[in-house]
């Protein structure tokens, strides 16, 4: 029973695109705001996308490889 | 010892800096840019600060990759770097439980740090954390990890 309310999150890294998270997490900008803590969410890995820090499929472009 | 470990002293504590430890949080030469300067060589700068100076922003690194120790081993009792496997497991403790909390760091990495799992991009390799930093810019030659290599690349990205 407390594994379920064990606050964790997972993170999945999806091959040649974004970082996928999942669970108990939250997301703050620079200034320290909670941007984001609904899930899943898909964050930039390539630093190609036009909507930082999200996912907007430019990994594809920009041709990021594991 | 890792033959990428360097050393800095100014004659009265030698700052020890392991890379290979480093998550690259930011926090030092955000705070003491006259000490740490990552675009310089040798990145570290003992004459840009006093040793007080040094020494509280050595206390804030987040990680072990920071570390100092007085040259005069008389003052060897100030040495309070090298934590014990006893503090580290602590120091895990406390992270267990908490939430995730993910930060972006301007021009530079997510920083995490909680209870979390991170599976490789292999969809097989599953590692427990409670922190660590994640490439933002596509360069990294340690995928999904940072390595500092947003600097290098010059990325530049800010979110508020």
Redesign the interface.
Same mark, same amino acid.
Not at chain 2, 4 to 9: E, P, V
Not at chain 2, 127 to 147: H, L, Y
């Given at each position: 029973m407390d594994d379920k309310k #064990? #606050? +964790?999150?997972? @993170? /999945?890294?999806? /091959?040649?695109g974004p970082?996928q998270?999942s =669970?108990?997490? /939250?997301?703050?900008?620079? =200034?320290?705001?909670v941007?984001e803590s609904g899930n899943p969410i898909f964050?930039?890995?390539?630093?190609?996308s036009k909507n #930082? %820090?999200f996912c907007d499929g430019s *990994?594809r472009r920009?041709g990021?490889r &594991? | 010892m890792d033959p990428n470990d360097r050393s800095y002293t100014n004659g009265e504590i030698t700052v020890h800096w392991k890379p290979s430890t480093c998550i690259h949080a930011t926090t030092c030469y955000k705070e003491l840019g006259r000490v740490f300067n990552p675009r310089h060589r040798p990145w570290v700068n003992m004459k840009g600060a006093g040793t007080d100076k040094i020494i509280e922003i050595i206390k804030k690194c987040p990680t072990d990759a920071l570390t100092y120790e007085w040259n005069d081993s008389s003052k060897e009792s100030e040495k309070p770097q090298q934590l014990s496997d006893e503090a580290l497991s602590e120091s895990v403790e406390k992270m267990t439980? /908490? %939430?995730?909390?993910?930060?972006?760091?301007?021009n530079g990495p997510?920083v995490?740090e909680?209870? @979390?799992?991170? +599976?490789?991009?292999?969809?097989v390799e599953k590692k427990q954390m409670v922190m660590t930093s @994640?490439?933002?810019?596509?360069?990294s030659e340690d995928? %999904?990890f940072c390595d500092g290599s *947003?600097r290098i &690349?010059n @990325?530049t990205?800010?979110?508020?």
């Amino acid at each position: 029973m407390d594994d379920k309310k #064990k #606050k +964790t999150a997972e @993170f /999945k890294v999806l /091959k040649n695109g974004p970082l996928q998270v999942s =669970g108990d997490f /939250k997301l703050l900008s620079m =200034g320290g705001k909670v941007i984001e803590s609904g899930n899943p969410i898909f964050l930039c890995r390539c630093g190609g996308s036009k909507n #930082k %820090p999200f996912c907007d499929g430019s *990994h594809r472009r920009v041709g990021l490889r &594991d | 010892m890792d033959p990428n470990d360097r050393s800095y002293t100014n004659g009265e504590i030698t700052v020890h800096w392991k890379p290979s430890t480093c998550i690259h949080a930011t926090t030092c030469y955000k705070e003491l840019g006259r000490v740490f300067n990552p675009r310089h060589r040798p990145w570290v700068n003992m004459k840009g600060a006093g040793t007080d100076k040094i020494i509280e922003i050595i206390k804030k690194c987040p990680t072990d990759a920071l570390t100092y120790e007085w040259n005069d081993s008389s003052k060897e009792s100030e040495k309070p770097q090298q934590l014990s496997d006893e503090a580290l497991s602590e120091s895990v403790e406390k992270m267990t439980g /908490k %939430p995730v909390e993910i930060r972006i760091m301007k021009n530079g990495p997510y920083v995490v740090e909680g209870d @979390f799992s991170v +599976t490789g991009a292999d969809g097989v390799e599953k590692k427990q954390m409670v922190m660590t930093s @994640f490439c933002r810019c596509g360069a990294s030659e340690d995928m %999904p990890f940072c390595d500092g290599s *947003h600097r290098i &690349d010059n @990325f530049t990205s800010s979110c508020d």
